[in-house]
């Protein structure tokens, strides 16, 4: 919205959901479903691939890739597992990636793959950086009595949301027995729970399945 020099505006709205057509088609990298390169690059100007990070990241990084972007159970072996084992010929595709996974998949291997696939997708896009830097413009934009509208995907995008529509900011400030706080939050939360999809539009969209619409409104402080 800085970018843009956008004036104040009465309405914002966000999906932050990838478009179902960037995991239909299997050259971009994104889906488990589709054997193509270890892309996952929403803008292919950059040159940070899930490739590039899979063969390049150290494993403390990987670690931390892992285990908050993808909350995968054995975070820390995969790392090792990576690091120690990997080739350019295992991470050259998608198929390839998840043959040179198997040894360690725990639970259901589609769901434990989705884990890391996201995991990487979000680290290659920067997505929860950009989330963050979206959701702190939002007080200075919205108007007085304007609404914000946030449509996440997963628990780490909703948990964001969630806090920010709370507290008004991502810093918090330390309780000090001879200092007052003058914060006020400009936000006033609308949903006290997300709105989900209902029956009839999951019979029409199946990937609507994991979306939550979460809505806060600038106040006149």
């Known amino acids: 919205m800085r970018l843009n020099n956008l004036p104040a505006v009465d309405g914002i709205l966000a999906d932050l959901g990838v478009s179902s057509h960037q995991f239909d088609v299997g050259e971009r990298g994104f889906s488990i479903r589709f054997d193509g390169p270890l892309d996952m690059r929403m803008d292919q100007r950059s040159t940070t691939t899930a490739k590039l990070v899979l063969e390049s990241y150290s494993e403390q990084e990987l670690l931390r890739i892992?285990?908050?972007?993808?909350e995968v159970s054995n975070s820390?072996?995969?790392?090792?597992?990576?690091?120690t084992n990997r080739t350019a010929g295992?991470?050259?595709?998608?198929?390839?990636?998840?043959?040179?996974?198997?040894?360690?998949v725990k639970g259901n291997p589609n769901k434990y793959f989705a884990q890391v696939?996201?995991?990487?997708?979000?680290?290659?896009?920067?997505e929860l950086v950009a989330l963050q830097d979206l959701l702190e413009q939002i007080p200075e934009v919205l108007t007085a009595?304007?609404?914000?509208?946030?449509?996440t995907f997963h628990s780490l995008e909703d948990r964001m949301v969630k806090n920010f529509f709370k507290?008004?900011?991502?810093?918090?400030?330390?309780?000090?027995?001879?200092?007052?706080?003058?914060?006020?939050?400009?936000?006033?939360?609308?949903?006290?729970?997300?709105?989900?999809a209902q029956a009839e539009e999951l019979k029409e969209?199946?990937?609507?399945?994991?979306?939550?619409?979460?809505?806060?409104?600038?106040?006149?402080?």
Do not use: C, W
């Open 90 to 104: 295992h991470l050259k595709t998608v198929q390839a990636f998840k043959d040179f996974l198997h040894p360690m």
């Open 117 to 126: 696939f996201q995991a990487l997708r979000i680290q290659v896009n920067e």
């Open 66 to 70: 892992f285990s908050q972007y993808g």
């Open 167 to 196: 507290n008004g900011r991502f810093d918090q400030q330390e309780d000090h027995p001879f200092l007052n706080s003058t914060f006020k939050n400009p936000l006033k939360v609308i949903t006290r729970k997300p709105i989900t």
């Open 145 to 151: 009595g304007g609404r914000a509208a946030i449509i």
């Open 205 to 221: 969209n199946n990937r609507s399945r994991s979306a939550k619409l979460r809505v806060a409104e600038k106040t006149d402080l």
């Open 76 to 83: 820390k072996t995969l790392a090792k597992y990576i690091v």
